[in-house]
């Protein structure tokens, strides 16, 4: 019963992605409006959604709590993005999809499938440790996972080979940089937190709006999924060993590595626990708004996506029982 509540959740989402594939097969959408999907995600619901995200799951007394207990969440992302970038050298992945690549194999779905997955198996308890690893993971995907994304080679070539070809000025080199870095999601992220450090709460009406807009960022990421999927022609699509070497670092090397790091941070047992569960899950979702953003390899994105929520189903009930061991 408790795994047939978990994966009620990852479920209910894929059946969202099937809507918007859906959609898309009945031709409601037109190049111009899969442009824009990404694009009304990252720069319109996913700033509020942070920060109302944070406002609400944190107070100034937690902040310090917080950033001790997001220790270990984030030196494992750390870790498995050094571990991802060196695999992904060593085995030559496509430059299109290589920062993807290696945000796929670091950040879990931490919130949209980690709330629901974890409290099902360990109840209402396992809650703040969920968001301690949402706190990490946030920090760390709007920071170096999008800068890795925006950094892949996309149709008229890498940004990285027009800048070296001096294509690019100095400035404009620089400006684009940290624009990549100090992104409207992350600028959100920010927002919610000095809120919550200076304990400044918003207009009732300010945050009421905030959290509608921000409500829109889940239905609307896995519609895009779903219409990306569609049109991909699934019938010819085969695993590629880039697929498969990101799915093996995000649902097994990433929770082996979580599991051999907590003997070093002495943390409780349903700590523990939790945390190697959110490291098993699937591929953060916004990998794929982000990419088609930045119009890199949105198709990579999405499919490994998929795949690895379809794949948990596998991999939670298996991790579940080492944990009980």
């Not at 097969?25 to 009304?40: H, K, N, Y």
């Not at 999927?229 to 498969?244: I, V, Y």
Request: net charge positive; proline share 6%.
């Amino acid at each position: 019963m408790v795994l047939l509540q978990a994966f009620g959740g990852v479920f209910s989402l894929l059946l969202v992605v099937g809507v918007g594939y859906v959609l898309a097969a009945l031709g409601w959408f037109s190049p111009e409006s899969r442009r824009l999907l990404p694009r009304l995600v990252t720069n319109v619901a996913l700033p509020p959604f942070l920060l109302c995200t944070i406002l609400r799951s944190f107070g100034r007394e937690d902040l310090a709590h917080m950033l001790q207990g997001a220790l270990l969440p984030l030196v494992a992302m750390v870790l498995m993005y050094a571990l991802a970038w060196v695999t992904g050298r060593a085995a030559r992945v496509d430059r299109r999809h290589f920062g993807l690549f290696c945000a796929c194999v670091s950040n879990p779905n931490t919130i949209f499938i980690g709330i629901p997955v974890n409290m099902a198996l360990f109840g209402e308890a396992a809650v703040p440790y969920v968001l301690l690893y949402y706190f990490a993971s946030a920090a760390f995907f709007w920071t170096v996972g999008n800068y890795a994304i925006s950094r892949d080679e996309r149709a008229g070539g890498s940004a990285a080979r027009r800048e070296e070809a001096g294509a690019v000025p100095a400035e404009s080199r620089l400006a684009g940089r940290l624009k990549n870095i100090v992104s409207a999601p992350m600028l959100g992220f920010l927002a919610g937190f000095l809120l919550a450090l200076l304990e400044v709460e918003p207009p009732r009406v300010i945050l009421d709006a905030a959290r509608l807009v921000g409500g829109l960022t889940t239905p609307l990421a896995l519609i895009f999924i779903g219409v990306t999927l569609q049109g991909m022609e699934l019938r010819r699509l085969h695993l590629t060993r880039d697929m498969l070497l990101a799915l093996a670092g995000r649902m097994v090397a990433s929770p082996l590595l979580m599991w051999a790091l907590l003997p070093f941070f002495g943390l409780p047992e349903l700590a523990g626990r939790v945390f190697v569960m959110q490291a098993s899950l699937p591929v953060l979702m916004q990998v794929a708004i982000l990419s088609g953003y930045y119009g890199t390899d949105p198709e990579f994105g999405s499919l490994m996506v998929s795949l690895s929520t379809l794949a948990c189903a596998v991999t939670i009930p298996v991790w579940m029982v080492l944990l009980s061991l």
